[in-house]
Every structure is written in C-alpha cells, then in structure tokens.
C-alpha cells in the first residue's frame, strides 16, 4: 500500500535550518509529484508548492519563495524540505502529499528561542 | 490565487443527522479540459488530511457512501447523509484547478 512516512518532530531556535524527510513506499516515486502543505497551530491548510519527482524542478508558492528548498534523493524514494534562517512563524505542522490521496504523517517543527 | 469561501465555520450536529457545508469559489473552477478539480478532504483531531471527495462528486475508496458531493462552476456542497461520531473534525475543500492550488478555510464539524 502506498505510504509517506515523514521524519520526526524538531525544535530548532530562530537562524538556524532544518530539512524534514518524506519517504514513499508503494508505489513508483517518479510517477507523482510530491507537494508539501503548512498548517499553523490551529489554523488551516496552506499550500506550499510541489517538486516534480522526474526532473526535481520545485515550484513555490508565493508566500515560500525565500527560504523554503525542496530537494529529492531519488534512488530512496524521499523528498525533502529544507526551511533556512527559521522565524517563530514557521512553527507549524508541515505534511508531504501525493496528490491530496496519500498525506505523510506530518511533522511538527517548533521554532522558540 | 482563487479564493475558496467555506461556510459554516462551524456546524454541530447530533449523529443521525444530514448536515451540509457549501464551498464558493472566486472564479470558476471548470477546467478547460472539461474537468472540475474540486475535493474535499476530513481532518480528524490529531491526524492527516484525508481525501473524501474528488472532482466534485466521485467518492474516494473506502469511504462510507453518506458523504456526496455536488456543484458546478463556483459553488460547491459537501453532504453528510447521517452524521456518525467517526465524521468529526475539520473539513476542507480544496481546489486544483487553477495553480497554486488553495483550501478552503475548513468547517469544524461538532457533536451538538
């Protein structure tokens, strides 16, 4: 069955980076696309943009064009999140998706001096 | 970006009961290749979203057949013929029609 596992939770202080990982099983990673989607503390769903699993070209969405890096390792079947120089309002839950069928886990990322 | 209007922001209902959230969009969602990307997806506390609907109307594997969806062009519904306690939560439409794609700003479905 097909499956996004994400890594772990993280804290991180405000300046420093972080990459969150997205593994997918069950299923051939270059067929799909994988997007990422942001959710703050109690808000809703914000879409961040996608990376094209055959060419690794990313897409951002307006609000994730500085800072956000989507990268692949593609013989792992993994796509990454790379947020550099973390703000307070990154403190969120981030999700990868295939489609919006098959969601990872989510992983919270906490941003706190 | 389109801009997609959920109301109500919140719902309560008892189980049984047949409850309806309406999904506006700022601009058509009529595809040119004739197809209307319009989903909705349940958030339950302390989960992933999860796809119940897909292009308006076209029930996801595996979920119960209470949940319908219907609409054209900008206005939407999702329905939930018999409310039972597994169906609360945060529900979101979500659109893919136009790029970037946008949710909705969820309805929270309570037990009343």
């Known amino acids: 069955q097909i499956q996004l596992v994400q890594s772990g939770p993280e804290l991180k202080k405000p300046g420093e980076s972080l990459k969150i990982s997205c593994k997918a099983s069950?299923?051939?990673?270059?067929?799909?696309?994988m997007q990422w989607v942001k959710q703050a503390p109690g808000k809703g769903l914000q879409y961040m943009g996608w990376i094209n699993t055959q060419t690794g070209k990313p897409t951002y969405a307006d609000d994730f064009k500085e800072r956000f890096v989507f990268s692949l390792e593609t013989s792992a079947s993994t796509a990454y999140l790379q947020i550099n120089n973390l703000k307070n309002e990154d403190t969120a839950t981030y999700f990868c998706?295939?489609?919006?069928?098959?969601w990872g886990q989510g992983t919270l990322v906490t941003v706190s001096s | 970006d389109v801009v997609l209007t959920q109301t109500p922001p919140t719902l309560s209902a008892t189980i049984g009961q047949s409850v309806s959230i309406s999904c506006r969009s700022s601009?058509?969602?009529?595809?040119?290749?004739?197809?209307?990307?319009l989903h909705w997806l349940l958030q339950r506390p302390g989960q992933s979203p999860q796809l119940l609907i897909y292009?308006?109307?076209r029930l996801e594997s595996g979920v119960p057949n209470r949940f319908s969806g219907s609409g054209s062009g900008t206005d939407f519904t999702l329905k939930i013929s018999g409310v039972e306690a597994e169906d609360l939560g945060v529900y979101y439409c979500?659109?893919?029609?136009?790029?970037?794609?946008?949710f909705g700003g969820g309805t929270k479905l309570e037990l009343k």
């Open positions: 601009q058509s969602l009529l595809h040119s290749n004739g197809n209307t990307y």
């Open positions: 292009s308006v109307s």
């Open positions: 998706a295939m489609g919006f069928a098959y």
């Open positions: 069950g299923y051939t990673f270059t067929d799909y696309a």
């Open positions: 979500v659109q893919g029609t136009h790029a970037p794609p946008t």
